[in-house]
């Protein structure tokens, strides 16, 4: 029997909302326009998705898988270039790097039969792998622009020594990536202890046996792990050199950065 | 005859504007004035960390441009105002210029420690441990272990307290003289710089208004701007 949620009990899902709704109201937190706002944009959005899946699932997984996966990528790659608009060709290189990342994750798993070559099946995963990256890239974009600049003086006692901006750099570039594989490496230990992963408990609901879902999380769990690690080292290896310019002088402001696009 | 081993030709930026002096071997320089001056800017020019917009800046004879960038600053060196350390030991501060080309020489750790007055078993002590000054010591070994001709002092003593910055300063004069380094420092105060320097460059937005002997420059000023800055 397949699980089912009735619309009236969906409608219960209000007390959910009323919870936070309230708590605004009476700490006066002025985030009640915001509450309501984004439970209803949030609802609407899963719905149309699910319509969307519904129609890519019937497709042709030739059209409708590329299709998708190149939504998503474009969708993500504009949302980590939010967080670095202002180094050059951050665009290009989280596209490629997204690109890159996907490309090999599905390879490996249609390769290895992890996944099947089936919208319902790639299209989910793959979205779980592209999200996560996105988020390492800008997480590793807002690190790196930080860490250049609390470390400007280090930087440029490197250069006055004589190192290049690979060698100068080598400190950031090794905080950087710390810092967008740590909470990973977190989440891997803590896996299955501290929360159930969202995929396995949604096989498990949909009625999937326990350790056929493992297998799954496992399966995306790691592809994960390896895509973040992956997207977080090639967006800081194509980006750092862009806090220098040519002559190996450290660029000490946006303004500085910007120019250099040009 | 006197060897000319920085020559600055109408050397202007943003910052600063048409420069033109000459700075000889063994000079001992200090770039002094108000804050905003284009001081530090200018000292930055003389290894490369910045360039101007229009001039030449002659090194030796040649123009600064022309030498591979890592080789003229491992012989320009540069003391920041902070020590800027990298994390680690005192060792790994110490051979980090020499390391970046294969030219570190283990012996030369103690010899480095000696130069700036730090017992040798500091060597192996990691660097948040130490104080600011034996920071500040370290770092400028870590300048002297590339073995520069030149030596750029950014206000070396000015984050350190009174009695620290004297023992920094101290462990310069005598380094300075013992491996005949030119100098070219900038500093805020007055004492220090008569102390340490003989050559005057006064710097007002971004113009070099003064350029002489130090003692007669801070004793008859020629300029209202130098005047007023003494003052002040």
């Known amino acids: ?262 | 005859m006197e060897h000319t081993v920085f020559q600055f030709q109408n050397v202007s930026d943003d910052i600063l504007h048409n420069l033109n002096f000459k700075i000889n071997k063994n000079e001992k320089v200090i770039l002094f004035g108000p804050s905003g001056a284009g001081k530090s800017s200018l000292l930055f020019l003389f290894n490369r960390l910045r360039d101007p917009k229009q001039g030449d800046i002659n090194y030796n004879g040649k123009p600064i441009t022309e030498y591979v960038i890592s080789q003229l600053r491992r012989k320009v060196g540069l003391l920041l105002q902070s020590p800027n350390l990298f994390p680690g030991t005192v060792l790994d501060n110490l051979k980090y210029g020499p390391s970046l080309c294969g030219e570190w020489n283990p012996d030369d750790a103690k010899k480095l420690l000696e130069y700036v007055q730090l017992p040798e078993s500091y060597l192996n002590r990691k660097v948040d441990q130490l104080s600011g000054g034996e920071q500040q010591r370290v770092s400028l070994g870590r300048t002297l272990a590339n073995s520069p001709d030149v030596l750029l002092l950014d206000e070396p003593t000015s984050a350190l307290d009174y009695r620290t910055a004297e023992e920094i300063e101290e462990v310069l004069e005598r380094l300075i003289e013992e491996h005949q380094l030119t100098m070219i420092m900038v500093t805020h105060d007055l004492k220090q710089a008569k102390r340490l320097g003989e050559r005057g460059l006064f710097l007002m937005d971004g113009e070099l208004k003064e350029d002489g002997d130090l003692e007669s420059m801070l004793t008859d000023p020629k300029t209202e701007e130098l005047k007023e800055f003494i003052q002040d």
């Open chain 1, 1 to 262: 029997m397949e699980p089912e949620i009735s619309n009236q009990s969906l409608l219960f899902l209000i007390i959910f909302v009323l919870v936070p709704l309230t708590l605004s109201y009476y700490y006066q937190l002025g985030m009640s326009k915001d509450i309501v706002w984004s439970s209803i944009r949030g609802t609407v959005q899963l719905f149309a998705i699910g319509y969307i899946l519904t129609f890519l699932f019937d497709l042709n997984p030739f059209m409708g898988i590329p299709l998708m996966l190149s939504i998503m990528i474009i969708i993500a790659t504009f949302h980590a270039w939010n967080k670095g608009k202002e180094l050059p060709h951050a665009f290009l290189v989280i596209l490629l790097g997204l690109i890159i990342v996907e490309v090999s994750v599905l390879t490996l798993w249609l390769a290895f039969d992890m996944v099947e070559f089936t919208p319902s099946e790639v299209i989910p995963m793959s979205g779980m792998v592209i999200g996560n990256s996105m988020v390492a890239m800008g997480l590793a974009l807002e690190r790196m622009k930080s860490e250049f600049t609390e470390n400007s003086g280090r930087l440029m006692a490197a250069l006055s020594l004589g190192a290049k901006p690979s060698q100068a750099s080598h400190l950031i570039v090794t905080k950087t990536l710390n810092a967008a594989l740590i909470p990973n490496v977190d989440r891997l230990k803590t896996i299955g202890l501290v929360q159930l992963p969202g995929m396995m408990t949604g096989l498990i609901l949909g009625g999937v046996a326990p350790v056929m879902a493992i297998k799954y999380q496992l399966v995306i769990s790691l592809s994960i792990f390896s895509s973040v690690s992956l997207s977080a080292m090639f967006v800081t290896m194509a980006m750092y050199r862009y806090f220098f310019n040519k002559n190996d002088q450290l660029l000490e402001n946006e303004e500085e950065l910007r120019n250099q696009q040009k």
